[in-house]
Each structure stands twice: as structure tokens, then as C-alpha cells.
């Protein structure tokens, strides 16, 4: 039995006086011993109102250090921490529900309306305010508190429900054992130790919110600065501010983008932070060459919800040199390129990328697990170049066939940012009468820049084959965008064209 071990209650007898957590919306800040007796009267909390080894408990809330003690109280009693979207309708919602089936839900009063027309089958609903006091932070316990949980490190200790960009969200479990080798190669290869300040701005619904890089932090004994939602303004002040000393952060890359156009940017310098990474979709050249000329450098990192965050992450060094890559295999990571079961090697050669090792999910919540060992595919196609470094070309199932050859529309979304007015472009196929399928391609210009759809097409004419070149170019004021922060592709197809 490789037993779990409890890194709060760790830090707790070591370093007491450490900062463990910052709520950016409340003000709050928690020392490891006041957070470690506040994850123990939430573990109490949660099994006084019925949640046991094995049961799911939910949490529908906006960002809050609430959430980071949620899950570790979860830890102390064996039960399941399921973080649930918020933006979600109560359709949307009453299917994950009815999947993961929880024996207590918390809900933020704001979200709490959400509820009110899903059957949560006997769920304790209990309440949350991330101003402070929530349910949990009043009560008073009576009788002995439960012991803790005696766990294994293949225990189960979060569902996080995938994104759905193309489907039906899945609930990916996520082990003790996936989360502890993500700290460390994460901590291995960004530089994480107990003098470390992480900020957490991604939705922690998702696996970015948690893994990256807060329970990394958490598991090094640094300090995890959460912000309420996404604001770019509050995001910059945060990065900048040589008071905190922020080290650390991961975004998407619309978080960098928004970033980039506020006012002063021009003037930013950010010393003491050490790791800017970015991930979650396709970072464009010109915005990573917009932080490069302020003397940042976004490290590219690839990774999903089934690989508890980053598999792959590019050097502060390499990522000067080699600009769109998404690096080599972290410490815990095998990664292979594949096609039609054929293992791809040549460098330039397109595969689907398929991983194995101890980061990698054991399966979804009501599914079968993968057997141990077995490579797991993830939609994504990538190449190498002639040293081994990988590029994301796209996913496997966002490309389309244009008079029989696969276009891959992150490909033409790549060149087209690599236009000076373009900040976004989304690409989508529609049916042609002679080709089969044609690119269809959603722009946003940046403020003060506006081309023709003819000045675009020309843009890409010397970057993408005359078959790659999307035949529709339709202005848009913003992207529809994923909680997550990625452009929502299946809102867009209602987007009407420009004819």
C-alpha cells in the first residue's frame, strides 16, 4: 500500500506561521495552522452531515480559499471532492449530478438558485459565501470528530468534469498518486519550494484551478493567492505587486491576451516572477513575442484534465529559441506519437499524441478503467521537430477535409493571428458544393485595427497552401468563450456568417 500522506497537516508542525493561502476577494489569509484547523472543522462539518469514505461531496461556487480546504477536508475522511461549473444551466448541471450522485453539495448563495430545479436525490445542500462565514465556518461540532481516512495513493480524489468544447463533459478521476506526481514534476521543473507564491485565477472547476499551481504550492509549503474569478486589471496589479512576490502562474491564453491591453502594459516588468506559463489551447507567435519584448517569457505547456494538468512544458531557455512548442515530457511522463497504430518518429510527421505513466487518469466516474500500462490516446495531434521538441498541431477531431486533404484549423488559426490586427480567429468548417468541406474563420481585430476579408485572405496566402485557406472571413466584437477560457466552437456554429 503506497499510503497518502497529509501535506497541510505537514506544514502545520513545521512551518505554523507560513502563509498557506490568500483569498484576493475577501482579504482573508490563513497561516499552514489556522488553514490546518480549518480543514479539520471542515472534515468534521462534512461528516456530520452524512458524507463517508467514497461519497462525492459537490461545491458550486465561485473561486475561494474555501474551496482549496473543501478538498483537503475531503482527503481527511475519504470522500470524493467534486468541484461543479457554475456557469452551467440547471439542464447541464442535473446530468453531472445525476452522475456523480453526492451525498453533500455546497453551494455558493449566488448559485444556489441553480439548484432549485435539480433533483439531487436526498444531497445534504448546505451554503457557502466566499466573503466569509460559509455553513461549515459557524458551526459547532459536537461529539468525537471522525479519525482520518487511511488512504492509497490509487484512491480517488476528485472527479473534475472535462470542459465539453465537443461533447458531453466526462468526470475524469484524478488520484492521490496523479496528484502527487504532478507536484512533483511540476515542482521539478518550475522551480516550486516552500518560498513560493502562486496565483490562481483559472476556474477551479477545472484541473488548471487546482493543480496549477495551487496544491503544487500547497504540497512544497508555498503560499496560493486565489482570485475570485478572471479579471485582467486585478490579474496585472497581482503580478506586479513586488509585495506579494507572485512566482508563479499559469493561463490560458486569453488571459495573456487581455492581459496585454490594459493600459500601462508597455511599462510592465515582473522580476519576481519566475514562471509565466501558458496552456490549455494554441498560443499565437505574435502573443508570445508581445511578453517577449517586455522581457517575459510565456512557457508553453500542453496538458488536459486526464493528465492532472501539464504532460509536456517547454525551458524558460527553449522557449526563446523555439517559440510555439510545447516542450518535452515532464518527469512522470511517457509520451509517444501515434498513427492508425503506427508509432510516428520522423520529425514533421503528424500523430496523435498518447501518453502512460502515474499522472494519467485511471478512467471516468462510471466507466471502466484503462488497465495499468495501457497508452492513453487524447485527441491531440502534435509533431516533432528534428530535436524532439513537440508542436501542437490541433485536435484530432477540429479538422476538416477539403478536397481530400485534412486541414487542421489550429494550423490556420496560427497563421492568422500571426497578423498584427488580429488578436482572435476561431475556425470552423462548412459543406462546399465542389471541395466537400471549407474553412469558415472568426476574427476579432485588436482596438484600432480593422482588414477586409480580402486583406486577411493575402495575410495567409504566403503561410498556409491555397487548400488551407479558409474561403469566409467573419468579424466578430468578442469570442464566445469556455469557462475554461477557451473559444467555445459549438456556440460559434450559430454565429451567422457575413453573407
Given amino acids: 500500500m503506497n499510503m497518502v500522506m497529509d501535506w497541510i497537516a505537514h506544514h502545520a508542525i513545521n512551518q505554523p506561521n507560513r502563509v498557506a493561502a490568500v483569498d484576493c476577494f475577501s482579504q482573508r489569509r490563513f497561516t499552514y495552522a489556522a488553514f490546518h484547523r480549518r480543514v479539520d472543522r471542515a472534515a468534521t462539518f462534512l461528516h456530520a452531515h452524512g458524507a463517508r469514505r467514497g461519497d462525492r461531496v459537490a461545491t458550486l461556487s465561485y473561486n475561494s480559499t474555501d474551496l482549496f480546504e473543501l478538498q483537503f477536508a475531503c482527503q481527511r475522511i475519504g470522500a470524493i471532492y467534486v468541484p461543479l461549473n457554475w456557469r452551467l444551466t440547471p439542464m447541464e448541471l442535473q446530468?453531472?449530478?445525476?452522475d456523480c450522485t453526492p451525498s453533500v453539495i455546497l453551494a455558493h448563495e449566488d448559485f444556489a438558485p441553480n439548484l432549485a430545479t435539480v433533483d439531487t436525490a436526498g444531497a445534504a445542500l448546505l451554503s457557502l459565501n466566499d466573503g466569509g462565514p460559509s455553513a461549515y465556518e459557524d458551526w459547532r461540532p459536537d461529539g468525537t470528530p471522525p479519525g482520518r481516512a487511511v488512504l492509497d495513493s490509487g484512491d480517488t480524489w476528485e472527479i473534475v468534469y472535462t470542459s465539453g468544447s465537443s461533447g458531453v463533459p466526462k468526470g475524469a478521476c484524478i488520484t492521490y498518486g496523479m496528484a502527487l506526481h504532478n507536484c512533483i514534476h511540476a515542482g521539478v521543473h518550475f522551480g516550486f519550494d516552500g518560498a513560493s507564491n502562486t496565483l490562481t485565477f483559472l476556474p477551479m472547476f477545472h484541473i488548471s484551478g487546482l493543480n496549477a499551481y495551487g496544491n503544487v504550492a500547497f504540497h512544497w509549503g508555498g503560499t496560493v493567492h486565489v482570485m475570485r474569478t478572471f479579471d485582467a486589471r486585478q490579474a496585472l496589479a497581482l503580478l506586479r505587486d513586488p509585495g506579494l512576490g507572485i512566482s508563479h502562474v499559469l493561463g490560458v491564453?486569453?488571459?495573456?491576451?487581455?492581459?496585454s491591453e490594459q493600459p500601462g502594459f508597455e511599462d510592465l516588468e515582473l522580476p519576481h516572477v519566475k514562471v509565466c506559463a501558458v496552456g490549455g489551447a494554441p498560443c499565437s507567435q505574435t502573443l508570445l513575442e508581445t511578453y517577449e519584448r517586455r522581457g517575459i517569457t510565456l512557457q508553453n505547456v500542453w496538458g488536459m484534465t486526464e493528465t492532472t494538468t501539464a504532460a509536456t512544458a517547454l525551458s524558460k531557455a527553449a522557449s526563446r529559441a523555439r517559440l510555439g512548442s510545447c516542450g518535452r515530457p515532464l518527469l512522470h511522463v511517457e509520451l509517444r506519437l501515434a498513427n492508425g497504430g503506427t508509432v510516428v518518429t520522423e520529425a514533421g510527421a503528424h500523430g496523435e499524441i498518447e501518453v502512460r505513466g502515474p499522472t494519467i487518469t485511471p478512467g471516468y466516474w462510471n466507466t471502466p478503467s484503462r488497465a495499468a500500462g495501457d497508452w492513453f490516446g487524447t485527441g491531440d495531434i502534435a509533431h516533432y521537430d528534428d530535436d524532439g521538441y513537440l508542436y501542437l498541431v490541433g485536435r484530432a477531431k477540429d479538422f476538416y477535409i477539403s478536397g481530400g486533404e485534412n486541414v487542421y484549423c489550429a494550423e490556420v488559426e496560427q497563421a492568422l493571428c500571426s497578423h498584427d490586427a488580429i488578436a482572435q480567429a476561431a475556425v470552423i468548417s462548412m459543406p462546399h458544393p465542389k471541395w466537400g468541406e471549407?474553412?469558415?474563420?472568426?476574427?476579432?481585430?485588436?482596438?484600432?485595427?480593422?482588414?477586409t476579408p480580402e486583406e486577411v485572405i493575402t495575410h495567409c496566402r504566403s503561410r498556409l497552401a491555397k487548400y488551407k485557406l479558409p474561403q469566409e472571413i467573419v468579424p466578430l466584437p468578442e469570442m464566445p468563450l469556455l469557462a475554461s477560457g477557451k473559444i467555445d466552437k459549438v456556440s460559434l456554429r450559430g454565429v451567422p456568417s457575413a453573407a
Fill in 253 to 259: 491564453p486569453t488571459n495573456y491576451l487581455m492581459m
Fill in 95 to 98: 446530468r453531472l449530478v445525476a
Fill in 438 to 451: 471549407v474553412g469558415r474563420a472568426y476574427v476579432v481585430f485588436k482596438k484600432g485595427y480593422a482588414l
